[in-house]
């Protein structure tokens, strides 16, 4: 926007609103994404597998470094765990579910219960069953 | 001073100091007593014809949320399993019973986004983007309307902002340090997100991780008018009037009534 020509009323009020906003926002960011909205993006424009295995290794990347200064966002174990389950490798997929639910204890209901559907869907194809 | 001048000044001022002094400020009773911790994003309907814009949306939802103090659920994971479970339609989601949805994954309030317009629009100067969101959160263990707000932006793409100042401002603020912008296109939806939850008045109160948790009840105050919207378009996931509460709006009804019993008695004499 232009600034050039303003009355004084005018550059006050927008010295207010810049203060104002800054109120608005309160504080900075509270978590290290890593990148995580472009990758996301990145593999729904293009679903396939490559695309799967570096939207999964930026979340780890991105993991790691927010590990340091505890700075892990919301569902981000979780969506790591979910795509290393997609790469059929539940048991990784099953830790990272558990540092979710350990982290944010309102995703234990949705943790649980697809780490259940993991246990119950291993031995239903490797259990001799009705054999 | 001309009087045209003294116009643009009051129109300009009043436009500059939207975040002050919103045009009139929800009511977050609702929101306030049911305290929802964390908040279930489902997958966008798309009324335009942007193939991509669904998608898109809500790869920029997640960040604004978490950041403004809420649990919120893994955004792709959710959409996997849901897709998995038969609920792969938004058109289908937003218009499933709420409760049994969040019952599903635990969640205390469902994010419900409705893209109704995304157009470009080219000229000879500029190139640019109109867009209408509409945003709708609900109790997840009850199904009440929580909150709702209605974005309408025109994103100028060769100035790189949205025109509204303060939407651009406080994009800046919440998303520039972490992930930098892809497209346009993100920024169209970032500036609409920020403007959407983080406007005082307008947005919604911080959610439990954050330090002004219960803190900011100047900001978003239970000020028991009932308007919870601010929308002109019903949302699929809320086809009902989703201010009824209000106080104007009942004696506005109730006056309506009362003239059409009167109709009805003159006809009836």
Known sequence: MKLTNKTGAEAMTIIALVLITSACNGANNMYNWGGYSNSLLGYYKNQDDAQLAKFSNTLLEGIQKAEIDDTVPPGMYAEYGYTRLELNDANTASIYFEKEWEKWPESRFLMEKVMKRLTTTIPESTAPGDV | ?269
């Open chain 2, 1 to 269: 001073m001309s009087k045209i001048k003294l116009a643009i000044l009051i129109a300009s001022a009043a436009i500059l100091s939207a975040c002050a002094t919103p045009p009139a400020s929800k009511d977050f009773t609702t929101y306030i007593a049911a305290d929802p911790h964390s908040i279930l994003i489902v997958p966008v309907i798309n009324h335009s014809a942007e193939v991509e814009a669904a998608d898109l949306f809500l790869t920029t939802l997640p960040v604004p949320l978490s950041e403004k103090g809420y649990y919120v659920f893994p955004t792709n994971m959710v959409k996997k399993v849901m897709e998995e479970d038969g609920l792969g339609d938004p058109m289908l989601v937003h218009s499933a019973d709420t409760t049994r949805l969040a019952e599903l994954f635990g969640a205390d309030s469902v994010l419900y986004v409705e893209i109704l317009e995304w157009t470009n629009r080219y000229n000879v100067l500029a190139a640019g983007v109109e867009v209408h969101f509409l945003y709708t959160i609900k109790d997840g263990r009850d199904g009440k309307l929580l909150w709702q707000d209605e974005q309408q932006l025109y994103v100028d793409k060769s100035q790189g902002g949205s025109g509204n100042l303060l939407a651009d401002l406080i994009v800046t603020a919440v998303v520039a340090a972490t992930d930098s912008l892809s497209s346009d296109y993100t920024y169209v939806a970032n500036s609409a997100n920020a403007a959407a939850l983080y406007a005082p008045g307008q947005g919604i109160p911080a959610g439990p991780y954050s330090a002004l948790y219960q803190g900011d009840k100047n900001d978003f105050p239970a000020n028991g008018s009932g308007m919870i919207s601010d929308a002109t378009a019903r949302a699929t996931a809320y086809q009902e009037d989703p201010n009824e509460g209000m106080a104007d709006a009942a004696e506005e009804t109730t006056e309506a009534e009362e003239t059409s019993d009167e109709v009805e008695e003159e006809n009836g004499s």
